[in-house]
């Protein structure tokens, strides 16, 4: 598996690709960032950031495409950008017919350092460690990028099994529920609900003779 890893942000958007599987050695094949000039208009920003993401994909030709989920912060300003960034991702994937998996920071941090608050230290560590590089990659939004892409090819196959499992579950509980409505009462149902009409009917002729 191949996967890009995308820690977005206007200014740094982080990106990171990995490839590996579950139980196998990992090996970084690039990590970089797109970088915007901040005194530009946003909507000028987001184009550069698409331009540098396609650029990414042309090159290294992903799998699937793993991007930071965006929670909210007290910094309303901040969350905006990053969701912008993380929107802009998500459409050069989408045009590539590529799947998008969301992961949030502390499903990062906890499949790449065992720990879900960890810091950025722990996890540019820990990537270093994993990809055997010579040092942490920097910034910190390139370490996050591929921190990511770690975190999807560890848990995103065993994610996607209980999603089906899911879904395939909720399939049998309709199939079920609509063969039940589909058979006729059994006697013992039609009493109930011939003596529920009746208590029904004698209720409301009840409240129209005091009326």
Do not use: Y
Not at 44 to 57: D, H
Not at 66 to 83: C, K, L
Not at 165 to 185: C, D, E, V
Request: proline fraction near 8%; charged fraction near 20%; glycine fraction near 8%.
């Amino acid at each position: 598996m191949r996967v890009l890893g995308v820690d977005p942000g206007l200014t740094r958007c982080g990106a990171g690709v990995v490839d590996g599987a579950p139980g196998r050695p990992l090996a970084m094949v690039a990590v970089g960032v797109v970088r915007t000039p901040p005194d530009s208009p946003v909507h000028e920003r987001l184009l550069l950031i698409e331009q540098g993401l396609e650029v990414w994909l042309e090159e290294h030709r992903p799998d699937v495409v793993a991007i930071e989920r965006v929670f909210s912060q007290h910094n309303v300003r901040t969350v905006m950008g990053t969701a912008q960034a993380s929107a802009a991702a998500m459409l050069c994937a989408a045009r590539r017919g590529l799947p998008v998996v969301l992961h949030t920071p502390s499903e990062v941090k906890a499949a790449v350092t065992g720990s879900g608050r960890a810091d950025k230290a722990q996890v540019g560590a820990m990537v270093t460690r994993l990809l055997r590089l010579d040092a942490p990659p920097r910034p910190a939004d390139a370490a996050d990028a591929l921190a990511l892409a770690i975190c999807h090819i560890w848990r995103g196959p065993a994610q996607e099994r209980l999603r089906t499992a899911g879904s395939r579950q909720t399939q049998q509980l309709l199939a079920r529920a609509a063969a039940a409505a589909a058979r006729p009462p059994t006697p013992a149902q039609e009493r109930l609900r011939r003596a529920e009409a009746e208590a029904q009917a004698a209720a409301a002729a009840h409240q129209e003779g005091r009326s």
